[in-house]
């Protein structure tokens, strides 16, 4: 494992990785956690109050799941069980939480799962979980380079503060090829976060996605999509078709009575297939699975960023020297020894 530091993100001595001989940054431990913050990030006001708002929330979820705990339980089996051939992989758990997915895929074989998270609550109840490595950091910093064969980021990307640097940071934490597996929401409204119509928490979800949009951030940082899953179901919740009309409606209702008498738990219906899950019911999440094909190097001679490409059917070209693309606001050319360059 390739530990790196957060502020100068040089490699890490193994025997004291928490101290950095190139620029003197020293981490700590908090209750023998652990930590992995840069200096910016100790010293930065929005960054304290981001962290006391997780850390209120954690608090809260650990009390009584916020989500349900046979949703979150039923949610992290199906997780796990997308996952291609685990055995034996060393896996990055993105904001770990409860550490149900991380327990879930060692039960798939998993050689082991590095839990990071932003709040100690949900590390300090890890700390003695066999096969489970937490980690206090800030996941737009992830203190990992080269390392991870598959990374897990589920509901998180829509937390962050930078989408830009989470992406960059979980694509330099993956090996070469490695997966990733990451859940966000789906065309969710937004107005259910805001404190004028009654959340209690300041930060909650900053942003939603849809299609295009997952696919156009991870092709830019580096990965190509390979699926993408529609996920997260609730009876309470049908599918728009069931709303076009009064009978249809009636219809549903019918439907969901019938569900819920037979069920154990209305939350097992996230356990369905697909497919019948999809006909009823409307999805408010989407799980994407990306397998990184190329790495991002910051430029700081150009104040930018050098994409390299590990294939060159990335471009979908078969002379990379000879094409051109645009990347956001900037031209590249992809030359001959497979950087891209402005």
Not at 27 to 43: F, K, M
Not at 209 to 225: C, E, K, M, S, Y
Request: aromatic share 8%; hydrophobic share 45%.
């Amino acid at each position: 494992m390739t530990r790196i530091c957060p502020d100068c993100a040089a490699a890490l001595a193994p025997r004291s990785p928490l101290e950095c001989a190139g620029c003197g940054w020293r981490g700590e431990t908090r209750d023998g956690i652990p930590v992995y913050l840069s200096n910016a990030d100790r010293t930065d006001p929005l960054m304290a109050d981001y962290m006391a708002n997780y850390d209120e929330i954690c608090t809260a979820d650990i009390t009584e799941a916020i989500m349900g705990e046979r949703f979150l339980a039923n949610i992290a089996t199906k997780t796990a069980g997308y996952v291609r051939a685990p055995e034996g992989k060393r896996v990055l758990d993105i904001g770990v939480g409860r550490g149900l997915l991380a327990e879930a895929l060692l039960a798939r074989g998993a050689s082991s799962v590095t839990g990071v998270d932003i709040s100690l609550g949900y590390l300090e109840r890890l700390a003695d979980k066999p096969g489970i490595e937490p980690v206090l950091a800030n996941a737009e910093n992830l203190p990992f380079a080269n390392t991870f064969d598959i990374a897990f980021a589920t509901d998180v990307m829509e937390h962050v503060l930078n989408v830009g640097s989470f992406l960059y940071a979980m694509n330099r934490a993956l090996k070469p090829g490695g997966r990733v597996y990451i859940r966000v929401p789906f065309e969710e409204d937004l107005l259910m976060y805001s404190p004028h119509l009654g959340c209690e928490y300041r930060l909650v979800h900053l942003r939603s996605f849809d299609r295009r949009l997952i696919r156009l951030f991870l092709r830019n940082a580096g990965f190509t999509v390979e699926r993408i899953i529609p996920d997260g179901f609730w009876l309470h919740l049908p599918a728009r078709f069931w709303l076009l009309t009064p009978f249809l409606e009636r219809t549903y209702d019918r439907f969901e009575e019938a569900a819920r008498a037979r069920l154990d738990d209305p939350a097992d219906v996230e356990l369905w297939a697909g497919p019948i899950a999809r006909l009823f019911m409307r999805p408010v999440e989407m799980l994407v699975v990306a397998r990184k094909t190329g790495v991002i190097e910051p430029d700081p001679a150009r104040r930018g960023l050098v994409r390299k490409i590990e294939r060159k059917e990335l471009l979908g070209i078969a002379d990379p020297v000879a094409a051109t693309g645009r990347v956001g606001s900037l031209a590249f050319r992809a030359a001959g020894d497979g950087v891209l360059q402005p």
